[in-house]
T-cell receptor, first 112, second 112 residues
Framework: QQQVKQSPQSLIVQKGGISIINCAYE??????FPWYQQFPGKGPALLIA?????SEKKEGRFTISFNKSAKQFSLHIMDSQPGDSATYFC???????????FGAGTRLAVHP | DVKVTQSSRYLVKRTGEKVFLECVQD?????MFWYRQDPGLGLRLIYF???????EKGDIPEGYSVSREKKERFSLILESASTNQTSMYLC???????????FGQGTRLTVV
């Protein structure tokens, strides 16, 4: 049973559109929520991260929205570009040490 | 440039063989991780180490063991390889608190 549930499994977006990926968790001990981006043949790399004391964090075209009461968080990619085509993983870690638990991943394809 | 290096990109082993996957990091990180990545299942944590000679089981430790005799090196051992261990294996390292985890490029292991 996955501790972090991610949806959708795959996503197709037109260039310039908004990509939205959602994650949900049950363990209330989680208090660090990063998103990782993975290109084919490469290891995942950190994209953006949030802690539950804020509801939103924005870095460039990438925004994390966090809903602590619903135990959900999401990644929004504004003005999606073909270069954003990759697999995206949400993750969560319990407080105190960086033991990352990942979601199943979303394969994003941005069509020109 | 920070680096996590996995000893092999591709490995083919026979059923029943003892297999060693090696990982070295040059960032003086306390934490090191082994994940396996399978389509539709994301990254699943096999083992986690937060200090030399310290280890903690992840979600799927069965059939695996680990060794961390030096801070920079974390080895994953498949005691008796089986075909269901055919997968992509990813090593990562991080500082002990909630910060970026750096991944290696992965080892694609095929057990025949």
């Amino acid at each position: 049973q996955q501790q972090v549930k991610q949806s959708p499994q795959s996503l197709i977006v037109q260039k310039g559109g908004i990509s939205i990926i959602n994650c949900a968790y049950e363990n209330t001990a989680f208090d660090y929520f990063p998103w990782y981006q993975q290109f084919p043949g490469k290891g995942p790399a950190l994209l953006i991260a949030i802690r539950p004391d804020v509801s939103e964090k924005k870095e460039g075209r990438f925004t994390i929205s966090f809903n602590k009461s619903a135990k959900q968080f999401s990644l929004h990619i504004m003005d999606s570009q073909p270069g954003d085509s990759a697999t995206y993983f949400c993750a969560a870690s319990p407080g105190g040490y960086n033991k990352l638990i990942f979601g199943a991943g979303t394969r994003l394809a941005v069509h020109p | 440039d920070v680096k996590v290096t996995q000893s092999s990109r591709y490995l083919v082993k026979r059923t029943g063989e003892k297999v060693f996957l090696e990982c070295v990091q040059d960032m003086d990180h306390e934490n090191m991780f082994w994940y396996r990545q399978d389509p539709g299942l994301g990254l699943r944590l096999i083992y986690f180490s937060y200090d030399v000679k310290m280890k903690e089981k992840g979600d799927i430790p069965e059939g695996y063991s680990v060794s961390r005799e030096k801070k920079e090196r974390f080895s994953l051992i498949l005691e008796s390889a089986s075909t269901n261990q055919t997968s992509m294996y990813l090593c990562a390292s991080s500082l002990p608190v909630d910060t970026e985890a750096f991944f290696g490029q992965g080892t694609r292991l095929t057990v025949v």
